[in-house]
């Protein structure tokens, strides 16, 4: 073969190489096999051998120090999550814009914290970790991490509350539910927006403090990495949006289709026009409260849009709440992926 050529082909051998590395970055996890203490390790936006440093670093330091190994390795601990079996646990840490994964054996540490798209519960009676769910309670997810008055906050959908006829949110107890783990009680909800606007939008605490981690990222599940919140977006017709709920599950993606033109029921018999966005996504019960976004980019990041709201019609579309009015209404500000 001409050298010439050769040169050439092994040039563009490595480009596509590279190109194909990145691809593998965005959403999904490079597998790096076994590592020290670990059965595997995998990660996204780093390399292998940065993430193998760090299963090594924890195997050499007791389970109840695994918060304090991966900040001292310059990593932001996401969750440890049991497996099904409990015999072994995943646990994930973010740097930047990269995500690693990690599975020890043994009971996994209390290590968790609010993100966007997990299971949330609400409820009039109250909450106790570990225990039966009380009754008249609903599901329904989390959603964007915000900061309101210097506090940390968490959104989701006000109906998840409630109203009672005097106004009040009914549903004030909310918890982060974990399965197989019990979950992490977060106490009342702090501000309930539909009680004096037509914002179908709360705001919940989060957790705070050892082993209690608050991210602005997107959830995807125990063998995705998240996506990252960069910012807002505008819920413009025709842009292409997805949304993650605990029902329909992660990244359902369509695009909007415009206004919603009908009526909710309001405290003593009268009606709101609220406002919200329509899609061509379907959704489910149990999804209300879900993070809207845009579609992700190829460096891992999405924007927010908005809060899933509504299933309407016999195509059960997914309408939202549009994120900026909530922001104003809360004098609040988005939390970024990178800000505290």
Not at 179 to 197: D, E, S
Not at 283 to 287: I, L, M, Q
Not at 289 to 297: H, L, N
């Given at each position: 073969?001409?050298?010439?050529?050769?040169?050439?082909?092994?040039?563009?051998?490595?480009?596509l190489?590279?190109?194909?590395?990145?691809?593998?970055?965005?959403?999904?996890y490079?597998?790096?096999?076994?590592?020290?203490?670990?059965?595997?390790?995998?990660v996204?936006?780093?390399t292998?051998d940065?993430?193998?440093?760090v299963?090594?670093?924890?195997?050499a330091?007791?389970?109840?120090a695994?918060?304090?190994?991966?900040?001292?390795?310059?990593?932001?601990?996401?969750?440890?999550?049991?497996?099904?079996?409990?015999?072994?646990?995943?646990?994930t840490?973010?740097?930047g814009?990269?995500?690693?994964?990690?599975?020890?054996?043994?009971?996994?540490?209390?290590l968790?914290?609010?993100?966007?798209?997990?299971?949330?519960?609400l409820?009039?009676?109250?909450?106790?970790?570990?225990?039966?769910?009380?009754?008249?309670?609903?599901?329904c997810?989390?959603?964007?991490?915000?900061?309101?008055?210097?506090?940390?906050?968490?959104?989701?959908?006000a109906?998840?509350?409630?109203?009672?006829?005097?106004?009040?949110?009914?549903?004030?107890?909310a918890?982060?539910?974990r399965?197989?783990?019990?979950?992490?009680?977060?106490?009342?909800?702090?501000?309930?927006?539909?009680?004096?606007?037509p914002?179908?939008?709360?705001?919940?605490?989060?957790?705070?403090g050892?082993?209690?981690?608050?991210a602005a990222?997107?959830?995807?599940?125990a063998?995705?990495?998240p996506?990252?919140?960069?910012?807002?977006?505008?819920?413009?017709?025709?842009?292409?949006v997805?949304f993650t709920?605990?029902?329909?599950?992660?990244?359902?993606?369509?695009?909007?289709?415009?206004?919603?033109?009908?009526?909710?029921?309001?405290?003593?018999?009268?009606?709101?026009?609220?406002?919200?966005?329509?899609?061509?996504?379907t959704?489910?019960?149990?999804?209300s409260?879900?993070?809207?976004?845009?579609?992700?980019?190829r460096?891992?990041?999405?924007?927010?849009?908005?809060?899933t709201?509504?299933?309407?019609?016999?195509?059960?579309?997914?309408?939202?709440?549009?994120?900026?009015?909530?922001?104003?209404?809360?004098h609040?500000?988005?939390?970024t992926?990178?800000?505290?």
């Open positions: 073969m001409n050298p010439a050529v050769k040169t050439v082909l092994l040039a563009v051998a490595a480009v190489a590279v190109a194909a590395t990145a691809s593998a970055q965005a959403g999904e490079t597998p790096c096999g076994p590592g020290p203490g670990a059965t595997a390790v995998a996204s936006g780093a292998c940065e993430a193998l440093a299963a090594a670093a924890l195997a330091a007791p389970v109840d695994t918060e304090t190994v991966l900040r001292a390795a310059g990593w932001a601990p996401l969750r440890a999550r049991a497996t099904d079996d409990e015999a072994a646990y995943d646990l840490a973010t740097r814009l990269a995500t690693l994964l990690i599975r020890r054996s043994g009971p996994a540490p209390d968790d914290g609010w993100t966007a798209g997990r299971e949330l519960i409820s009039r009676g109250r909450l106790v970790g570990g225990a039966p769910v009380p009754k008249g309670t609903v599901l997810t989390s959603a964007f991490l915000i900061r309101v008055s210097g506090h940390a906050g968490g959104l989701s959908a109906h998840c509350g409630g109203r009672r006829s005097d106004g009040t949110t009914q549903r004030r107890n918890g982060l539910r399965p197989p783990q019990p979950g992490i009680i977060l106490g009342r909800v702090r501000r309930n927006l539909a009680r004096t606007q914002l179908d939008a709360l705001v919940l605490p989060v957790p705070s050892p082993g209690r981690p608050s990222v997107i959830n995807r599940g063998f995705s990495p996506w990252f919140v960069a910012g807002s977006a505008r819920p413009l017709t025709g842009r292409r997805c709920g605990r029902t329909s599950g992660v990244d359902q993606c369509g695009r909007i289709t415009g206004d919603f033109h009908g009526m909710f029921p309001r405290t003593r018999g009268r009606f709101l026009r609220p406002r919200l966005r329509c899609t061509t996504i959704a489910r019960e149990g999804d409260g879900g993070p809207v976004y845009t579609v992700p980019r460096d891992g990041t999405v924007r927010a849009v908005g809060i709201t509504l299933v309407y019609g016999l195509l059960q579309t997914m309408c939202f709440t549009p994120l900026e009015p909530v922001l104003d209404a809360l609040a500000t988005l939390v992926a990178g800000a505290s």
